[in-house]
């Protein structure tokens, strides 16, 4: 494990645990933390994992830092400091699984939206105020939120402030599922477990296909298959599927 001021790191060999480490601020996201999440990310591209994205304390994170948002001017803004982390963690090779208990809200919301799975806890909030702070969702949520859960309700979250609970954000499929605060964490093993029991390189193209642009297909899907038929990966795993069935058979 390490430990960062602002983020707290527990390396494994298949997945990695990421927990925002300012609970005194209900885990806003500063600049600090911004800088380590870059630096984790780094880490998981040069050897890619399932990341585990959780908050420590009772909240995911409640948004990003007011204190630094409010000096911020318009070259900050063009910067693109939260956009680019999120961005950068939802290009992330391998997949990415939030583990939302309590607030996920402005940037934190942005957070959990930029990753491939959300859990979420009965203590789930999740939501965009940033229109009542004179500002808006410029990390993502303006065009991100629509594919998730629709354009209506996105419009309501956005433009009107309006905050899902879980069991609302479980039903819209915004969460993947919800359980217990203790067995938070758990569930999102238990997910990569199930991750991670795939083939390893047809997982990282499946996710780079997924998001690929609707013009590139099918050509990338066929580039893409066109690499995985070539893996021993491929061969062994349709040997194993082949003799299991010999075997039922015999």
């Not at 979420?120 to 303006?142: F, S, W």
């Not at 996710?207 to 893409?224: I, Y």
Request: include cysteine; hydrophobic fraction near 45%; charged fraction near 30%.
């Amino acid at each position: 494990m390490t430990a960062d001021a602002n983020l707290i790191i527990e390396d494994g060999p298949d997945r990695v645990v990421w927990r925002l480490n300012r609970p005194e601020a209900r885990n806003a996201i500063d600049r600090e933390m911004v800088r380590a999440l870059h630096e984790a990310c780094a880490a998981v591209e040069d050897e890619p994992r399932v990341v585990l994205l959780t908050g420590e304390g009772q909240a995911f994170a409640a948004g990003a830092d007011i204190g630094q948002l409010r000096d911020r001017r318009r070259d900050d803004a063009l910067q693109g400091i939260n956009s680019k982390i999120f961005d950068r963690i939802h290009r992330l090779p391998m997949p990415t699984v939030a583990l939302v208990d309590g607030y996920a809200l402005g940037g934190g919301a942005e957070l959990a939206y930029a990753c491939d799975f959300r859990i979420g806890t009965p203590r789930t909030k999740i939501g965009n105020p940033e229109t009542d702070l004179g500002i808006l969702a410029a990390a993502g949520a303006a065009w991100r939120l629509a594919d998730l859960v629709g354009e209506p309700l996105a419009k309501e979250i956005l433009l009107a402030g309006r905050v899902l609970t879980a069991d609302e954000a479980r039903a819209v499929h915004l969460l993947n599922d919800v359980v217990d605060p203790d067995d938070l964490l758990a569930a999102g093993h238990r997910l990569a477990d199930r991750i991670t029991a795939r083939a390893p390189l047809a997982t990282r193209l499946t996710k780079a296909v997924f998001h690929a642009p609707r013009d590139a297909h099918p050509f990338v899907d066929d580039l893409a298959q066109a690499v995985l038929f070539e893996t021993a990966d491929k061969h062994d795993r349709m040997t194993a599927f082949l003799d299991r069935r010999k075997d039922k058979r015999s």
